[in-house]
């Protein structure tokens, strides 16, 4: 079985803080997603990096694509309440799941005013 | 437009009852997925459907568990004589086509057993 890990699982932090959450796995993928997922409402796509040692800005989220193509991370700078949800990272293309996502177990990161 | 919808938002059954989940995914997807969703946890894939090609059933965690998509658009995905461990939230994605390309998902069923 394919599997990504998440890491960490649970984060709370205060506004203004920074903070880095981490997604691994011992496969390789073509590609990897992140996505925020708010209570009660599906998953939204915040990214897809393709290139390995890609980096992506969105504001003050920045994401990451390990060399191998077999981690990724995404820093968030200043954190805000907004910012507040469940945080998946899923990776496409992997050697065994082929073209569907293989789902991270989410970091659910609460930022407190 | 219209994004993905899904029906009921909520489901309370008995314990041994059938029930059936509907997804209408965005027009003109065609690759659509399953997935279930534990409290707080990841997304564990079920099926998906990709055009007019056989499904991928391979994340069905029994074979009380069954999808169909009619006409290429609307899936209902049904489980049979539903047990304690089935409730969870449901949901349903779109896109375009598989692989890297975005998924569109729905606001999930939140399926209890009791």
């Known amino acids: 079985t394919q599997l990504l890990e998440q890491s960490p699982q649970f984060l709370s932090i205060q506004e203004g803080e920074n903070l880095t959450v981490y997604c691994n796995s011992s496969s390789v993928f073509s590609s990897l997603q992140w996505y925020r997922q708010e209570p009660g409402e599906g998953p939204v796509l915040l990214v897809t990096v393709v290139t390995g040692g890609e980096v992506k800005k969105l504001k003050r989220l920045t994401f990451q694509f390990g060399d191998a193509r077999k981690d990724s991370s995404l820093h968030i700078t200043a954190a805000q309440p907004g910012d507040t949800g469940l945080y998946l990272c899923?990776?496409?293309?992997?050697?065994?799941?082929?073209?569907?996502?293989?789902f991270g177990e989410g970091t659910q990161l609460t930022v407190n005013p | 437009g219209a994004g993905v919808s899904q029906s009921p938002s909520n489901k309370v059954t008995e314990k041994g009852k059938d029930v059936e989940l509907r997804c209408d995914p965005i027009s003109g997807h065609t690759a659509l997925y399953w997935y279930r969703q534990s409290l707080g946890q990841g997304l564990e894939f079920l099926i998906y459907?990709?055009?007019?090609?056989?499904?991928?059933k391979s994340g069905l965690p029994s074979d009380r568990f069954s999808a169909e998509r009619t006409g290429g658009s609307v899936s209902t995905l049904t489980i049979q004589r539903t047990q304690q461990e089935d409730s969870a939230v449901y949901l349903c994605?779109?896109?375009?086509?598989?692989?890297?390309?975005?998924?569109?998902f729905g606001p999930g069923t939140r399926l209890t057993v009791t």
């Open positions: 459907f990709q055009g007019n090609s056989a499904p991928d």
């Open positions: 899923a990776g496409a293309g992997g050697e065994t799941s082929g073209s569907r996502l293989t």
């Open positions: 994605a779109s896109s375009f086509t598989t692989g890297a390309y975005e998924q569109y």
